[in-house]
Every structure is written in structure tokens, then in C-alpha cells.
């Protein structure tokens, strides 16, 4: 009865590879977001999608796709990894966009680019 | 624009002993403030939310927290701190005056519970 699951939990990988994250919500909410937290623990939003639709798109490297082919799943692709890309990626939901709906996070992915 | 600010990287308690984690907010609009904590290779839950109802909010797991609009401050209190509580907390503020919103977290408070 997970609310916001993602996979894999753990990933290591070596520089210039393609990897993929992914994320469901079995919450039904309309929108969705991908974070980053780096070392530091500071969390950074990366991107947010509402009801398959892309509304917030931060600074990112486009190396970084996101791809949402329901409301219920919002997939992370990355291209061409880097050591900085290494950190925590943690998926999100909330029952809509706006201000005061709270965020539902999953679990996180630990990614280690070597 | 909105940011926050968690004025203490580290706070060290006692098992038993009040808990406060301070923090202070930036905001264009009437903002919503919330607070999630994150315990050791965890995802984050959230403690409690302020969305411009009653200024004290109660949480989870005792705790609580306080909109001061005239200070603009957001400070989680706890009357009495157990071993479970030590974890990572963020202070989180939303606004938008219409459309959508982004979370921006501050750089979080490590609380440490000593026995």
C-alpha cells in the first residue's frame, strides 16, 4: 500500500551511460515532481508535471527527460551520466499544483556516478 | 521570490527536554509552511502544514508550530524530545498567487537526542 514508490532504490553506474528512474503514485493525484538533494542534504525541485504535463521545468541539464505516461507515473531518464549527477532523487505528489496542497515524497534513489 | 532560512545547522537535546528548530521566511504572497523531516536514508514525511488558517498548528508525533506573520517565522517546537525524534528537519515555504506552486526547502536542522 505504498503511496509514492520509486526503482530502484540504489543505482551505480559509470560516467557516459544512460539510466532511468521510476516513479508511482497510487494516491491519485494530478501532479507530479522530481527533486534532487545533493551531499549537503539541500533539496532542489527539478521538475513538475500535472496531469501528464509539464508546468515546471527548473535550470536542469536537458540530459535529464522526464517522461510521465500517466498520471500515476512520472519516469526520470538521464543521458550521458556525470560525477555530478550523483546524489538522492526523490519523487513527489500532491493532490494538485497549487500552494497549499502538501507533497507526498517516495522513498528516494541513491545515485552513484563513477 | 521565497526563501527560507533554518537559522541552526545542528541542535543537540536531551532525551526528555523541549525541542525548537527555528526558522525564518521570505515571501512576495500570503505563503503556505510546512515542515518535513527525514530520518537517516528515508524518504520525507511531512510533520504539519500552515496553509493561512490558525497561526498554531499541530503535527505529528507532538509537535508543533507557530506562523508569526509580523516576525515571519515558522518555529517547530516539541515539549518533550524522545530517541525516535532525531532525524532531519525542513522548513518548506509555498507561494504562489495563482497558478502553480513550487516547494522551497531550507538547508534543514539535524536534531541530535542524547539519552
Known amino acids: 500500500d505504498t503511496a509514492v514508490s520509486q526503482t530502484p532504490k540504489y543505482l551505480v553506474t559509470q560516467m557516459g551511460n544512460d539510466k532511468s528512474i521510476k516513479c508511482e503514485q497510487n494516491l491519485g493525484h494530478d501532479t507530479m515532481y522530481w527533486y534532487k538533494q545533493d551531499s549537503k542534504k539541500f533539496l532542489k525541485i527539478m521538475f513538475s508535471?500535472?496531469?501528464?504535463?509539464?508546468?515546471i521545468n527548473e535550470t536542469v541539464p536537458n540530459r535529464f527527460s522526464p517522461k510521465s505516461p500517466d498520471k500515476a507515473h512520472l519516469n526520470l531518464h538521464i543521458n550521458s551520466l556525470e560525477l555530478g549527477d550523483s546524489a538522492v532523487y526523490f519523487c513527489a505528489s500532491s493532490q494538485e499544483g497549487r500552494q497549499k496542497y502538501e507533497q507526498y515524497f517516495g522513498p528516494g534513489t541513491r545515485l552513484t556516478v563513477t | 521570490a521565497q526563501s527560507v532560512t533554518q537559522l541552526d545547522s545542528h541542535v543537540s537535546v536531551s532525551e526528555g527536554t523541549p525541542v525548537l528548530l527555528r526558522c525564518n521566511y521570505s515571501s512576495s504572497y500570503s505563503p503556505s509552511l510546512f515542515w518535513y523531516v527525514q530520518h537517516p536514508n528515508k524518504g520525507l514525511q511531512l510533520l504539519l502544514k500552515y496553509t493561512s488558517a490558525a497561526t498554531l498548528v499541530k503535527g505529528i508525533n507532538g509537535f508543533e508550530a507557530e506562523f508569526k506573520k509580523s516576525e515571519t517565522s515558522f518555529h517547530l517546537t516539541k515539549p518533550s524530545a524522545h530517541m525516535s525524534d532525531a532525524a532531519e528537519y525542513f522548513c518548506?515555504?509555498?507561494?504562489?498567487?495563482?497558478?502553480?506552486?513550487?516547494?522551497?526547502f531550507g538547508k534543514g536542522t539535524m536534531l541530535l537526542v542524547s539519552p
Open positions: 508535471y500535472n496531469n501528464k504535463e509539464l508546468i
Open positions: 518548506v515555504v509555498s507561494d504562489t498567487n495563482s497558478g502553480y506552486s513550487t516547494l522551497t
